[in-house]
């Protein structure tokens, strides 16, 4: 639907596909997106653990076909929605990950704004005289991540994951976009490197590990988290008290989600506002953390 149609009609409606997903802060930050912008929006969680190809097809359908602009995908779809989508668009396409599906005219394009949403907000931790970067995990997120860095012309791009043939797949894929080198370990991937990201789910509540030992972080270094519950991750903590910069994964939690918005209905949101409803989730979940 063209911007116009939508100032018209005042109705957005959206959604997130994963599971787990019942704590996700991406319902607040849509829905006060389109309420700033004059809209009545809803965004749906579709939660449901294990679909095969023939269930996910079928929610796509009803995507399809229900009055959904279009919905966000997460763990563990980000990769299986990929053949089941009529388009791709070229980043997408390049990394066979998606994390955005754009309903429009009856078609379901796939994109991903975890790439551009974190490209944005990295930016100002990287050197203009080159950077070399681990980027540890290579799933869904750590590929959209991988592919970010790369985009922004990294220099000496590292990639680790306990399965070494996936991220030898990803090394491949980023072959025509910079390249990468495939780490023996999370030792090799760290030796001279100026940046660390965590593209792991470690150090996400309730689990309180590290995707990375305290003794390979120095104050020399940023370190960036996927993981935005908690925002201070173990591995965060460790690198604030090494002295390194840090970024939480509060701002690509927004500028994924603001990318999104706007491919949803051709409307820029503010990211001010977004940011208030994530940090309004992140005081509740907290509240209620430390309450248990």
């Known amino acids: 639907m063209s911007k116009r149609g939508y100032a018209a009609s005042k109705k957005l409606l959206t959604g997130l596909i994963g599971a787990p997903i019942a704590h996700s802060a991406s319902p607040a930050m849509h829905e006060r997106a389109a309420k ?6 809803h965004y749906q969680l579709i939660e449901v653990a294990g ?3 023939a269930g996910l097809r079928m929610m796509l359908e009803g995507v399809r076909r229900l009055g959904f602009a279009g919905v966000n995908v997460t763990y563990p779809y980000k990769e299986a929605v990929v053949p089941l989508l009529d388009e791709l668009a070229p980043g997408a396409a390049a990394m066979g990950a998606v994390n955005t599906v754009v309903a429009r005219d009856g078609r379901l394009i796939g994109h991903n704004t975890d790439t551009t949403g974190f490209a944005r907000a990295v930016a100002p931790l990287l050197a203009p005289s080159g950077n070399a970067v ?8 750590g590929k959209a991540i991988a592919f970010a860095l790369a985009s922004l012309k990294v220099s000496g791009l590292r990639i680790f994951d306990s399965e070494t043939a996936r991220a030898e797949k990803l090394a491949s894929l980023l072959a025509r976009h910079g390249g990468a080198t495939v780490a023996k370990s999370v030792e090799d991937a760290l030796d001279g490197a100026t940046g660390l990201v965590n593209g792991t789910p470690v150090g996400m509540l309730p689990n309180r590990g590290m995707p990375v030992p305290a003794t390979l972080l120095h104050e020399k270094m940023w370190v960036a988290d996927a993981v935005y519950s908690p925002l201070i991750t173990p591995l965060l903590a460790a690198a604030q008290a090494k ?3 840090i970024m939480t994964g509060r701002e690509l939690a927004i500028y994924q989600a603001a990318d999104a918005f706007e491919l949803f209905t051709g409307l820029a949101p503010s990211t001010e506002v977004m940011g208030e409803a994530f940090d309004e989730v992140m005081a509740a979940r907290s509240a209620a953390y430390h309450a248990a």
């Open 36 to 41: 700033a912008l004059g809209l009545r929006g």
């Open 51 to 53: 679909a095969d190809a």
């Open 134 to 141: 681990a980027v540890i995990g290579t799933g869904g997120v």
């Open 243 to 245: 002295g390194a910069r």
